[in-house]
């Protein structure tokens, strides 16, 4: 069972930019879908992007044109990189992997607020 361990949240400006990095922990070659989440407070959580094997991407409407999803084989990580950020981009951040079944890290906060 792989681990995933992200960082690069906090606060950032309406306005700005921020990298998130997902660190995958282990092997798995069964991994088909690699995937970021968000949760803002009192909501359900929702997929941002996510990244297949064949690294086609796919993304919420509501980030298209300001967030980019990739993968570093090599590094064996998973990044977000988020700009044009607005308030309403406030939440806890998730990192997935889908092998079949469903593994999250432990989520991390990013706040735009000035």
């Known amino acids: 069972q792989v681990q995933l361990v992200e960082s690069g949240g906090g606060l950032v400006q309406p306005g700005g930019s921020v990298n998130l990095s997902c660190a995958i922990l282990g092997t798995n070659d069964k991994i088909y879908l690699w995937a970021w989440y968000r949760q803002i407070a009192g909501k359900q959580r929702e997929v941002v992007a996510h990244i297949r094997s064949d690294s086609v991407t796919t993304y919420a409407d509501f980030v298209k044109g300001r967030f980019t999803i990739s993968r570093d084989n090599a590094k064996n990580t998973v990044d977000l990189q988020m700009n044009s950020l607005k308030p309403e981009d406030t939440a806890v951040y998730y990192c997935?992997?889908?092998?079949?079944?469903?593994?999250w890290g432990q989520g991390i906060q990013v706040t735009v607020s000035s």
């Open positions: 997935a992997v889908i092998d079949g079944h469903f593994i």
